[in-house]
């Protein structure tokens, strides 16, 4: 594979001109049915977590104060919540909320924040079709998606360097510009708008020290409501940059990135649906603690009636390194705590079933999490970095003296793990969904 540096770029090689003619000309007849399948369980999941998300504090916070920012509104209804809004406070809200419970879709990132909420506002607000509605999503996740593994930095420059919500970016400006209709030149402009207001990328300083986390998260509310803006603008022939994407200062560079894999944004397009390849959540909590959770799943049987002494935990690095913080106070801060999570599952408390503040502070729980040693197992590393897997052992020491083992290399309801059974998508959203609704 090729990695673009300066020298080798040209200013003007065209993927954005690429990429929005095939979003110009995308109609819902065009997109195969095992693609529309999977976006309409994306839309559902997503649902569902803007729903589980929209009562927690954060977002009770987010939405006052866009009431007060923005003015009254009422364009749009927001899943989950009992008011109408502005489609931008509506997409921005929305987006949040998705994010919040960590519960929702993954491939590299959260691809479902950025594109369902923006998708559902503009569809309400424009009276779209269904059909027109899931064309944008699928349109949404192809863009994201391709210029997110078109931008991906090195392993060594995504150690100090990682966020998602930067590219997502063009997820949101994408449904946006699909479901309005925008034109080819319309959609250069809504893509150049886009990536100048995009996000800092800001994972790694989101995870860095001991807690509270910060409650942006994930920061998806900003590229969701820009990627609407930035469309809204384009549509009234707003002018912005119609070559965001190539050439020494393209959007590789503006993100953070050391390389860009062109040829990546592009390859395939309309034939191979990246779509498919998104996962989705299981367990309430960070990604990265996953394989951790699957693997003590595998030994729940064998450990019935055994008194653990000591749970021994060999991963990658950034499970190890920022997964290790003193344990939680709040919920946040329990998605991104390992040894929190992996005595949640040993306690039959398991994230499946989303986290719950009377278990921050359990003493079952709170005794289990202080047996949990993470140790960096620096072989897992190549695999994590190159490959996208999350490798974890888990070793097992009870008190009757017997030792019991299990791994883990991709976290159940990823594409490479086999999927996300239909039933249990249906579980996971009844389950988010009755806890607020009924």
């Known amino acids: 594979m090729r990695h673009t540096t300066a020298s080798s770029l040209s200013p003007r090689v065209g993927t954005a001109s690429k990429l929005a003619s095939w979003i110009a000309k995308l109609r819902y007849e065009d997109i195969p049915p095992d693609v529309l399948r999977h976006a309409k369980a994306c839309l559902l999941d997503s649902v569902a977590c803007i729903i589980g998300g929209m009562s927690s504090q954060p977002c009770t916070i987010i939405r006052d104060v866009l009431k007060q920012g923005h ?6 209804s927001v899943p989950g919540a009992d008011l109408r809004m502005g489609v931008l406070s509506a997409t921005y809200l929305g987006a949040q909320a998705a994010n919040l419970l960590d519960f929702d879709d993954t491939r590299g990132g959260h691809p479902g924040a950025t594109v369902v909420p923006p998708a559902l506002a503009l569809a309400e607000e424009r009276e779209a079709s269904g059909a027109d509605l899931v064309t944008s999503i699928v349109a949404g996740y192809e863009v994201s998606l391709r210029i997110g593994r078109a931008v991906q930095a090195s392993p060594k420059r995504e150690c100090a360097v990682l966020g998602y919500s930067t590219w997502q970016t063009f997820g949101a400006v994408t449904a946006a510009a699909s479901l309005m209709g925008l034109t080819h030149t319309r959609i250069l402009n809504a893509f150049g708008l886009a990536g100048a207001q995009a996000p800092l990328p800001s994972i790694r300083k989101f995870v860095e020290g001991d807690p509270p986390f910060s409650w942006i998260k994930n920061c998806y509310g900003i590229p969701s409501e820009v990627g609407v803006l930035s ?25 953070g990135s050391d390389c860009y894999k062109q040829e990546l944004a592009v390859d395939k397009l309309g034939d191979q649906w990246l779509i498919l390849d998104v996962g989705f959540k299981p367990y309430a909590c960070c990604r990265w603690t996953h394989t951790l959770l699957d693997s003590l799943r595998l030994l729940a049987a064998r450990l019935a009636g055994e008194v653990i002494t000591k749970i021994d935990v060999y991963g990658f690095r950034d499970l190890v390194q920022t997964l290790n913080s003193p344990l939680p106070t709040s919920i946040i801060d329990a998605q991104f705590n390992a040894r929190y999570v992996a005595a949640l599952e040993l306690t039959g408390r398991s994230p499946k079933s989303g986290l719950f503040e009377a278990d921050l502070t359990d003493p079952e729980v709170i005794t289990l999490a202080e047996r949990v040693n993470l140790h960096h197992d620096a072989t897992t590393d190549e695999a994590y970095f190159g490959k996208g897997m999350y490798p974890v052992r888990v070793v097992v020491t009870c008190e009757s003296g017997a030792t019991l083992s299990a791994k883990a290399d991709w976290p159940s309801g990823s594409s490479e793990a086999g999927g996300f059974p239909d039933e249990e998508l249906d579980r996971k959203f009844l389950n988010i969904v009755s806890s607020v609704l009924g």
Do not use: N, Y
């Not at 003015?71 to 749009?76: E, K, L």
């Not at 190539?246 to 590789?252: K, L, N, V």
């Open 231 to 255: 469309a809204m603008l384009a549509e009234r022939d707003f002018i912005g940059h119609r070559e965001i994407f190539d050439g020494d200062t393209g959007f590789w560079a503006m993100s």
């Open 71 to 76: 003015g009254a509104s009422d364009a749009v």
